[in-house]
């Protein structure tokens, strides 16, 4: 699994440069406008993976991990260099090779148990191991016996015919054989985000370090699987229209101007014209561990936006001028922006980059309709420091990791969301949060620190979890935030953090302190959110 640092706050990073902006003349602002903004819940979804503990896909093949080459004889991985077509289909195998991927890889009982239903095209042969048996083979169909109590299973290519090769894979659940073409998605993950505000599709996109450069280069629906580049722009689409969501989209670092234009021709083309679009670039561009943020850095030199010895100031400004840039797309294909909300995002709390650098840069407020940050409660704890230390907090009880949430990391966040607040209402925009919610989890070598690591899931398990969500809900509302994307929808828990607000798709939402608090201030803001009684 990926390492979850993403969340981690680059606190050495983020003084060095607001100590370089203290000589920075202040920035004309706009005349000062106290905007409104309804309080929403939407929602983060968790990305696509072998591991992921959602379900989203009613045909587990589609979050399947990329193809791995295998070779009789030869160490784990170690096969040839596969030979692949443009959706990562293999075309042939050499001889005494293989390759399999493997399918939900998840903590033992955490996925439906059964008879599924293998369907493929092509000449071969398949073969499957650990949890799932074969029960049946016929041409291009075969039907397994799946123990989800054993843990994940693999799928093995044996053959495949170059002339005719393997494709087209699905690995259907129980039950959902004749409708899975009609309805990809699993009814319990529709049932439980319906009633959201929105949906935030940063992590279905992998936007992070995203390869994506060009229009060809984006994820398609017959992809061998979305965990390689992403899930396709259509089914994103189909499902903000299923759920009556609006959909956030977050653009490629690298995508160029004819992706950006033939991305918002298709949402405009396909998504309810009743639902609006919500439009970034990248994510997170001022947090230095992704590659989006040296990139723009690197940007920014070739245009000369900032001065050399202070990489990061033109990178803000090349973010601020790329967004601008992506938005004017956007409103052209649409004839407009009624229906975009086209999203400057910043660093919560760091002001001083947002009316210094972000804000102003060419005039980037006036073609933005929001300014969104995550208020995160952090509480990041490394192995070594000045304040507190993983060996410190691994002896607390979890009242006293609970107490220092609530009463050192929340009040932080109350005064971030504020000032930021501040910010919007001279600009003009609108408060939103791109993501937020806990934030306890170890850093810089705390996270191996596996005491502490138990006793933050712990808390997070808490029921006073839950009321420190309502209050944390409680001030977002009272300070005139507006949509709050939760991050994030169903995950498990590690060292790398606990961001899912459930771990498994079927687990009890009654248990999760985290959920229930979530769904009980979003049905205050009078959404039809599914809440358990």
Known sequence: MPVSLRKCLAVACALIMAASLCALDRAEAATPNQVEAKPRLGMNLQGPADWNSELPFVDVFRLSRPWISQKQGASWGQGPKLDLDEHGWVKRLESDCWAETPICTLSPGHYPAGKYTVLYDGQGELDFWNAASVVSRAPGKMILDVDPSRGGFFLKLMKTDPQDYVRNIRVIMPGFEDTYQENPFHPVFLRRWQGMACLRFMDWMKTNGSPVRTWSDRPKPDDATFSARGVAPEVMIDLSNRLGADAWFCMPHQADDDY???????????????????????????????????????????LGLGPEERPWEGGGKYYAQRSVEMFDIWEDVFGGHDRLVRVLAWQSGNTWWMERIILPHQDAYKHADVLAIAPYMGMNVPREGKELTAAQVAAWPVDRALDHLEQECLPKSIEAIRATKEVADKYGLRLVAYEGGQHMVGVGGG???????????????????????????????????????????????????????????????????????????????????????
């Not at 033939?262 to 919500?278: C, I, R, S, T």
């Not at 670039?281 to 690197?298: A, D, G, I, L, M």
């Not at 899912?500 to 009890?508: K, R, S, V």
Request: hydrophobic share 35%.
């Open 260 to 302: 950006v234009r033939n991305f918002a021709a298709m949402v405009k083309e396909k998504l309810d014209p009743k639902l609006q679009v919500y439009v970034e670039y990248s994510n997170e561009v001022w947090n230095n561990q992704f590659p989006q943020t040296r990139y723009s850095w690197e940007k920014a030199k070739e």
């Open 447 to 533: 996270e191996n620190n596996e005491t502490m690591t138990k006793l933050f899931h712990t808390a997070n398990a808490h029921p006073r979890m839950g009321e420190i969500y309502e209050k944390y809900f409680d001030a977002w509302t009272d300070a005139g935030g507006g949509l709050f994307c939760y991050f994030s929808s169903v995950g498990s828990w590690s060292k790398w953090g606990s961001w899912g607000i459930m771990q498994y798709y079927d687990d009890d939402p009654k248990q999760s302190p985290k959920f229930m608090a979530t769904m009980r201030w979003a049905r205050q803001c009078g959404q039809q959110v599914q809440l358990p009684e």
